[in-house]
């Protein structure tokens, strides 16, 4: 029986005048991944290939863990994708540029867990699309940096930028989200306690 090496291509449309909004909204959210207990999966055909870009399922937290979130200025924060290795081993290199405003004692102590820790951010776009930095494969490389401002014009910032390797360019993510504040449905409603 001969493989069908071409079952996963397929069209890829677009209707002119559609708009493709850019950018990312106000709130993402972050855990360690050490505080995942159980990943969703991307769905994979026989031979490993992912057949889809969005996780199946949600994210299962060990007991008491919560998602935290940062807030952070749209403006100046983006998500990016870009291919890396050689063929037939290439992944994604997804990127999280994400700029917080403060630099006060909790962002400093916020910038000293994330340096040192595997995380996973959740994004949502503005097609209000939760998506996926971070992998169960590879390590998320988080780095912070701060920004005390020049004179009296200069602006304050917190920079995080993320950078996860994955087999998709940032994976959609349908599932739930446990916060603090209530648990929010991705894929579209808000269930709030």
Request: glycine residues 6%; negative net charge; aromatic residues 8%.
């Amino acid at each position: 029986m001969p493989n069908n090496c071409s079952a996963l291509q397929r069209s890829l449309a677009w209707c002119q005048g559609t708009p493709e909004l850019p950018g990312i909204k106000r709130r993402l959210y972050y855990i360690a991944k050490s505080q995942i207990a159980k990943w969703p999966k991307l769905p994979v055909d026989e031979q490993g290939r992912p057949t889809a870009a969005k996780y199946l399922g949600s994210f299962v937290l060990v007991a008491d863990a919560k998602w935290k979130f940062i807030d952070i200025l749209p403006d100046k924060s983006q998500v990016t994708s870009e291919a890396q290795g050689e063929v037939p081993s290439q992944t994604q290199l997804n990127k999280l540029t994400a700029v917080h405003p403060a630099v006060g004692e909790e962002a400093s102590a916020a910038s000293a867990y994330l340096n040192n820790n595997d995380n996973v951010f959740l994004v949502e776009d503005m097609k209000n699309k939760y998506r996926v930095i971070g992998s169960d494969k590879w390590n998320t490389k988080t780095t912070v940096a701060q920004d005390l401002g020049q004179g009296a014009t200069g602006t304050t910032a917190t920079t995080i930028n993320a950078e996860a390797t994955d087999v998709v360019p940032a994976p959609f993510y349908e599932g739930t989200i446990e916060t603090e504040d209530g648990t929010i449905d991705a894929a579209g409603s808000d269930e709030s306690d």
